[in-house]
């Protein structure tokens, strides 16, 4: 854990822009010695050849942060910084991210951890999380589509709790049926659309297969229906 910056010596009262005497002013100061500290926090797990965080670095900040590798939060965390290559944030996400969330160093990234989730659940916030989750799992130039047991794994991270009976009988049939290799982006968008609808389960009474739900879906209330039949 970086070691805690010295604290600094309060502004005068009513003064909006006061001026140091190397001529900046003392907000701007401010702001520059937050960036540093943020800074800083992103070397203490930079890969110093790469320039960036790497695997090896988000597991030791998981490890700091007193979270698993796999929890929900990471993945959430790796949203609000908007990292575009799965394992591994740049500096300038880092900047971004830690800015957007208010936050200089190890233990205030922690107590933000809680508030982040509270974001990330907003419906302003949660379909878009929910894309992101999907988009972060294409590691390859030109790679549209995701490995079954991802998604049986991303589904349980990001949809189990909301919608756990829902999710325990998708992950199982994905498992066995034998049409599907892959789920593309418009499958993994509907399996959010089936989970938040009205749709009475597990009977599935009012699922109606005319409203344009991808054929997996039609195959999946098909394969419900036959189970409890």
Same mark, same amino acid.
């Given at each position: 854990?970086?070691?805690?910056?010295?604290?600094?010596?309060?502004?005068?009262?009513?003064?909006?822009?006061?001026?140091?005497?190397?001529?900046?002013?003392?907000?701007?100061?401010? =702001?520059?010695?937050?960036? &540093?500290?943020?800074?800083?926090?992103?070397?203490?797990?930079?890969?110093?050849?790469?320039?960036?965080? #790497?695997?090896?670095?988000? *597991? !030791?900040?998981?490890?700091?942060?007193?979270?698993?590798?796999?929890?929900?939060?990471?993945?959430?965390? +790796?949203?609000?910084? =908007? +990292?575009?290559?799965?394992?591994?944030?740049?500096?300038?996400?880092?900047?971004?991210?830690?800015? !957007?969330?208010?936050?200089?160093?190890?233990?205030?990234?922690?107590?933000?951890?809680?508030?982040?989730? =509270?974001?990330?659940?907003?419906?302003?916030?949660?379909?878009?999380?929910?894309?992101?989750?999907?988009?972060?799992?294409?590691?390859? *130039?030109?790679?549209?589509?995701?490995?079954? *047991?991802?998604?049986?794994?991303?589904?349980?991270?990001?949809?189990?709790? $909301?919608?756990?009976?829902?999710? &325990?009988?998708?992950?199982?049939?994905?498992?066995? $049926?034998?049409?599907?290799?892959?789920?593309?982006?418009? $499958?993994?968008?509907?399996?959010?659309?089936?989970?938040?609808?009205?749709?009475?389960?597990? &009977?599935? *009474?009012?699922?109606?297969?005319?409203?344009?739900?991808?054929?997996?879906? #039609?195959?999946?209330?098909?394969?419900?229906?036959? =189970?409890?039949?």
């Amino acid at each position: 854990m970086p070691p805690r910056a010295s604290k600094r010596k309060s502004a005068p009262p009513n003064s909006s822009s006061v001026t140091s005497s190397d001529g900046r002013s003392v907000s701007n100061k401010a =702001k520059t010695k937050g960036m &540093d500290k943020i800074d800083r926090l992103f070397n203490t797990y930079a890969n110093s050849s790469l320039g960036m965080i #790497d695997p090896e670095g988000i *597991e !030791a900040l998981c490890s700091d942060l007193g979270v698993d590798y796999t929890d929900v939060r990471i993945l959430m965390l +790796a949203w609000k910084l =908007k +990292a575009e290559k799965q394992g591994y944030f740049t500096q300038d996400e880092w900047q971004t991210g830690l800015k !957007a969330l208010g936050v200089d160093s190890l233990t205030k990234l922690k107590k933000a951890l809680p508030e982040l989730e =509270k974001e990330v659940e907003e419906p302003s916030n949660y379909e878009d999380f929910y894309i992101y989750a999907f988009q972060y799992c294409l590691t390859e *130039e030109k790679q549209k589509s995701v490995d079954i *047991e991802s998604i049986c794994e991303l589904l349980n991270l990001v949809l189990g709790v $909301q919608f756990r009976p829902q999710v &325990d009988s998708l992950v199982e049939y994905l498992k066995v $049926q034998n049409d599907y290799k892959v789920i593309n982006a418009d $499958q993994w968008i509907n399996f959010l659309r089936f989970c938040k609808e009205q749709i009475s389960f597990p &009977d599935l *009474e009012n699922y109606d297969a005319t409203q344009a739900w991808p054929l997996i879906l #039609d195959n999946f209330v098909e394969w419900m229906r036959e =189970k409890q039949s």
